[in-house]
């Protein structure tokens, strides 16, 4: 299958500090990427779809000015967690999905706000 | 909401064949049945997809009744590292349609 990559893997910030996390779509191009997240023992929850040269589409109650994403090629989104809080410790997950059916997921990146 | 209704969890023995049900009986004429599975602290990872046929890979089996209404994902010979939860979901064909997870199910392949 293809392969997705995010960068970092684990990231630890202090509250109040801004993160980017970044997704790459390595083997094949990806006019749309999503991202996700997840806490513990929860399952995956959708927060944003990522359309390249365009706006993010997010998913009701996830505030956009808020995680900031970026999809300014056809193998690379980012999300951006500005003034980042303990709650918003999770584990972010992004997927890509080219023309054909299926989507592709990173590895996830764990966040930390201390 | 998804639209897919799946057992909390399910053992199995390692080397047996794993059968894991999945529920899906509002599923429109357009709508895949995909399965993923997600290993602790990992992305979840793709293992197939159907429409209506009965689709195989290297991975696992999909059987799709006849009425769309449900499916099982069949791992021939489970392994250790097959333990997991594993998301059935219906969803739009295309690359750009969202995957709404549900709880999914936990998977043990036990020694």
């Known amino acids: 299958g293809a392969v997705v990559s995010q960068h970092p893997s684990r990231v630890i910030c202090k509250s109040g500090t801004s993160v980017k996390i970044e997704c790459r779509s390595l083997?094949?191009?990806?006019?749309?990427m999503f991202w996700y997240r997840q806490f513990p023992k929860q399952s995956l929850m959708l927060m944003a779809t990522s359309n390249e040269g365009s706006k993010a589409t997010y998913e009701q109650g996830v505030e956009k000015d808020k995680f900031l994403i970026n999809h300014a090629s056809l193998t690379l989104s980012t999300l951006t967690v500005t003034s980042a809080h303990p709650e918003d410790s999770s584990f972010y997950i992004c997927?890509?999905?080219?023309?054909?059916?299926?989507?592709?997921f990173g590895p996830g990146t764990r966040l930390l706000v201390l | 909401d998804a639209k897919t209704t799946q057992p909390p969890s399910m053992d199995c023995a390692e080397g047996r064949a794993a059968n894991l049900p999945c529920n899906h009986s509002t599923i429109s004429g357009n709508e895949y049945v995909y399965w993923y599975r997600q290993i602790h602290s990992q992305g979840p990872q793709y293992i197939i997809h159907?429409?209506?046929n009965n689709e195989t890979n290297e991975m696992a089996s999909l059987i799709i009744t006849e009425d769309r209404k449900s499916s099982t994902l069949i791992l021939p010979h489970a392994t250790l590292r097959d333990t997991a939860v594993y998301y059935c979901?219906?969803?739009?064909?295309?690359?750009?349609?969202?995957?709404?997870f549900g709880k999914g199910m936990k998977l043990t392949v036990n020694p």
């Open positions: 083997d094949f191009q990806a006019t749309t």
């Open positions: 159907g429409l209506k």
């Open positions: 997927s890509a999905g080219g023309g054909g059916e299926t989507q592709y």
């Open positions: 979901i219906v969803r739009s064909q295309g690359g750009s349609e969202k995957l709404v």
